[in-house]
């Protein structure tokens, strides 16, 4: 082979290597972190090709699903989980049901037309399934659509509900407000013509910007941040904005859900800055925000009424509103994905690391780790 | 600095564009290929020239009678061949140069492309802090246009695609898609490598051609194929737009799409 030829050959490689390097799109790239849900002393944890449950006691594995991970599929959308189902969605468009206590597959549903960002929610049997194709999906627990909403954007919040409604936060700025279920006479038309389509919300509220964050519902009070930086704080009853509060720097997204404690809002943006505001009138509790020197990026935990968090360079703390920071631990990881607590032990999934789970007690010192077996 | 001086200006001028005609990011993509291809036009116009001079040469007296002469001495027909490149005025780098300046603003453009359509968490985590208050004070002299940030999400969807998705066509009774796109991808590659290839009388550089010919167009419709449909809908653009730019200025070989002719005239 003559010089020339080797040589395009080679030019040829390297500019696929650095276009395939400049994209991260499609199921063969990580393209987000991964996504845990605790329940009952198992860790449910979906990751990558694969969705894994964990003893939270000892971390042992106790099934994975699939058994042999195939990037056709990828897991980043923390399962959900009722007394038998664990529900979990992937990067193409298909939502699993898999039997809680084997990980065997029961049904899938595939409607959906985009990738599942974030968790579903299960609450008295149906399930609610955010996709990023702006659909909400409602599904009986055999995986049956019972009725959908269209939101006008992307939905990557985990819903919420309380006794009477639904509440779903979307990428499209609004807070939707729905009801638990929808008998057919309530429904419209869908594309099909099957009923099956929620035309309008019960009521909805502009948020300004999107939200790419869990909100959280706490005394029929909804807490939610977004991605310029705003927490709301919204009375479900009263339909209306309690509080609003904006974060020092400008457009410092909040990733992680609100932290609340018995009388403080803690969050943190993604400039590494934490703040606590009163829960009531969403007043600062400090002159200036606590600075982390790393991004908020991970939902934070509340443990003895004092919120925990950790930094995207590793470092657990624990903090409450007096403002003095306990560093338990900091790990050689990156942490994007929330915190957890069972068992007595803050559950914490680093997204660059060997380990894929990591278990510490609350003065931080490590109980078990789980490393995955190739 | 790869981010500064690449990244924050390509994302900030395709979030203009969106922002401008009524938020379509497809059609954002191909008109903010058209105004990277016209500012760097007089780069693309330097290297023709520079490739012409350099075919040219080869056909020179002078050229072909030092190839022979110096046949067995490589490094004599080296020196020969910088004298005469001195004589005639002609750099050998001065047509690599303005490939080697747009490669850095193709890759940019990718990636801005990639980061802006935001359709996953990390790529999102990547794209807020690079829209600076600075752009939002830019956006706000002009009337009409929204602040960058409540532009997330971008509406990704453009004609019958998903740009965050790769793209298929699912045709009733067949049961796998068409990556239609794709195919456009591979033609207009096709059309690009084989309508912009110089004839040449060297039989290295023929094989060469036909390697071209042949490979770049597997290779960027397998990236179509694979990779989101905004990036897909980009390299078209980008194709159709380089072929339009070549027949503007006259360069374009429709003799090399009759393959029987072009073997023959080199014989």
């Known amino acids: 082979m003559n010089k020339k030829i080797f040589s395009l050959i080679i030019l040829t490689l390297i500019s696929a290597v650095l276009i395939s390097g400049c994209t991260t799109n499609s199921a063969a790239s990580a393209s987000s972190w991964p996504g845990m849900m605790l329940d009952n002393q198992t860790g449910y944890l979906a990751y990558g090709t694969q969705v894994y449950a964990l003893d939270v006691k000892n971390g042992s594995l106790l099934w994975k699903y699939p058994a042999e991970g195939s990037s056709k599929s990828q897991f980043y959308a923390a399962p959900e989980v009722s007394d038998s189902l664990v529900i979990v969605g992937d990067y193409t468009n298909t939502l699993y049901a898999l039997d809680k206590e084997n990980g065997f597959e029961k049904w899938q549903f595939t409607d959906a037309e985009?990738?599942?960002?974030?968790?579903?929610?299960l609450n008295n049997g149906i399930v609610y399934a955010p996709n990023t194709d702006s659909y909400l999906y409602a599904l009986d627990d055999n995986g049956n659509l019972l009725w959908r909403f269209k939101a006008n954007g992307p939905n990557w919040s985990k819903p919420?509900?309380?006794e009477n409604h639904l509440y779903l936060t979307s990428m499209d700025h609004f807070l939707y407000v729905l009801n638990l279920n929808y008998s057919e006479a309530e429904l419209a038309a869908d594309k099909d013509g099957g009923k099956t389509l929620v035309s309008e919300p019960v009521w909805s509220l502009d948020l300004g910007t999107a939200v790419v964050s869990n909100p959280v519902l706490e005394d029929g009070i909804l807490y939610v941040g977004t991605v310029d930086g705003i927490v709301y704080a919204v009375d479900l009853e009263k339909q209306s904005v309690v509080w609003k509060y904006t974060v020092e720097d400008e457009m410092a997204s909040i990733w992680g859900t609100p932290v609340l404690t018995s009388d403080a809002v803690f969050f943190g943006d993604e400039n590494g800055n934490l703040y606590a505001v009163d829960k009531k009138d969403g007043s600062a509790l400090w002159p200036s925000p606590f600075e982390t020197g790393a991004s908020l990026i991970s939902s934070g935990i509340t443990v003895d009424d004092k919120a925990v968090f950790a930094a995207s360079d590793g470092k657990i703390f624990s903090i409450d509103s007096s403002k003095e920071p306990k560093t338990l631990t900091t790990l050689d990881a990156v942490i994007y994905s929330p915190l957890g607590f069972e068992d007595g032990k803050i559950v914490v999934v680093p997204a660059s690391s060997e380990a894929l789970v990591k278990a510490i007690d609350t003065n931080g010192n490590e109980v078990w780790t789980y490393l995955p077996t190739k | 600095m790869w981010d500064t001086i690449i990244i924050k200006p390509f994302i900030a001028g395709l979030l203009f564009i969106y922002d401008m005609i009524g938020q379509n990011f497809g059609i954002a993509i191909i008109l903010f290929t058209v105004v990277?291809?016209?500012?760097?036009?007089p780069l693309t116009v330097k290297q023709i020239k520079s490739s012409k001079a350099m075919q040219d040469l080869q056909t020179d007296k002078d050229w072909l009678e030092m190839q022979k002469k110096y046949k067995n001495d490589r490094d004599r027909l080296a020196q020969e061949q910088m004298k005469l490149y001195k004589e005639k005025g002609i750099s050998p780098f001065a047509s690599c140069l303005p490939t080697l300046i747009q490669f850095p603003i193709i890759i940019g453009l990718y990636q801005s492309i990639i980061q802006t359509m935001g359709n996953a968490p990390l790529q999102m985590l990547n794209l807020i802090p690079k829209i600076t208050p600075l752009l939002s004070n830019v956006f706000s002299f002009l009337p009409g246009l929204q602040e960058p940030i409540s532009?997330?999400?971008?509406?990704?969807?453009?004609?019958?695609?998903?740009?965050?998705?790769?793209?298929?066509?699912?045709?009733?009774?067949?049961s796998f898609g068409i990556p239609l796109l794709a195919i456009f991808v591979v033609i207009t590659s096709f059309l690009q490598t084989k309508l912009m290839a110089t004839p040449s009388s060297d039989p290295q550089s023929q094989q060469m051609t036909g390697m071209m010919n042949l490979?770049?167009?597997?290779?960027?419709?397998?990236?179509?194929?694979?990779?989101?449909?905004?990036?897909a809908l980009y390299f078209v653009a980008s194709n159709v737009i380089t072929i339009i730019q070549y027949a503007v200025l006259g360069k374009l070989n429709f003799s090399n799409l009759k393959r029987k002719k072009k073997v023959e005239v080199v014989k």
């Open chain 1, 114 to 121: 985009d990738r599942y960002i974030a968790s579903s929610l």
């Open chain 1, 160 to 162: 919420l509900a309380d």
């Open chain 2, 36 to 41: 990277i291809k016209a500012i760097t036009h």
């Open chain 2, 151 to 174: 532009l997330i999400p971008l509406q990704n969807h453009f004609l019958w695609m998903n740009l965050g998705q790769p793209e298929r066509v699912y045709i009733p009774g067949i």
């Open chain 2, 215 to 231: 490979y770049m167009p597997i290779l960027m419709g397998w990236f179509a194929y694979s990779f989101a449909s905004g990036l």
